[in-house]
């Protein structure tokens, strides 16, 4: 009997060590990559690419409104375009529906608390997820200090107005760049709860989804996103914060 106990011991070590070595291997070697892996990849297959690419400035001048852009060259299926951000304390930035209208790129500002790695994933069509990333220095608060509109007494006033602009580019693709007035609070400030924008619509003409886009409130306050669209024409927006309000614009190229 003492020899099948040591023997299932040796079996439960060694399943440990098969599982250990199973696990995926940051690049990035992040603190914060094993609970990024458990929250957003769990049992799920992951492949580091160069591919996947996130410009993103090596030091962040203005933690409140990082500029960063999403970009991905050469593979194929991709149904899902995510991004987040390790080591704030909200982690999810942004996801979003990809398809033949919709390219696997996009731009858009984040709220950084410290130094971090920025990181985009694509899911395709089989289930796997292809990632890429870079560093982020920062001095930190972006995620914990209040915005500019809460200090605002008039900012109820432009609240859900929306700026967007849609331009020819290469190859029959059209950028759509749009800011949305929002003061995009995460919550995490001293009686000042979390109210922002929660997904934004893009819509055809026709009223034909294009993509939703789940927003969290790592993103900056008054968010500027941008997409590449295979589509000729208008697009509709439609967004909705957390709060329940609704916000509609038509843009024209």
Not at 25 to 41: K, V, Y
Not at 76 to 91: A, K
Request: net charge negative; aromatic share 6%; hydrophobic share 45%.
């Amino acid at each position: 009997m003492r020899v099948l106990i040591i023997g299932l011991v040796g079996l439960a070590l060694l399943a440990t060590g098969m599982a250990q070595a199973a696990a995926v291997e940051d690049p990035m070697r992040s603190p914060g990559w094993r609970i990024i892996e458990q929250r957003f990849f769990k049992d799920q297959t992951v492949v580091f690419d160069e591919r996947v690419r996130v410009l993103a400035p090596a030091s962040a001048e203005d933690t409140f409104a990082v500029p960063g852009f999403v970009q991905v060259d050469g593979i194929e299926d991709i149904e899902r375009l995510l991004v987040v951000i390790d080591l704030n304390p909200i982690q999810k930035v942004l996801e979003m529906d990809i398809n033949e209208a919709v390219q696997p790129s996009v731009g858009f500002r984040f709220k950084v608390q410290q130094r971090t790695p920025v990181r985009a994933a694509v899911q395709t069509a089989d289930g796997t997820w292809y990632l890429g990333g870079v560093w982020v220095d920062a001095a930190g608060g972006g995620c914990t200090a209040p915005s500019t509109a809460s200090a605002n007494p008039d900012w109820a006033e432009r609240m859900g107005e929306i700026e967007a602009a849609l331009w020819q580019r290469d190859n029959g693709v059209q950028r759509l760049k749009t800011r949305l007035m929002h003061p995009m609070d995460t919550g995490l400030v001293d009686n000042i709860p979390a109210f922002y924008l929660e997904t934004l619509e893009l819509q055809n003409e026709k009223g034909d989804v294009l993509s939703t886009v789940s927003i969290e409130s790592a993103m900056s306050e008054n968010p500027v996103l941008s997409f590449d669209l295979a589509t000729d024409g208008p697009v509709l927006l439609r967004g909705r914060d957390n709060q329940g309000n609704r916000f509609r614009a038509t843009v024209t190229p």
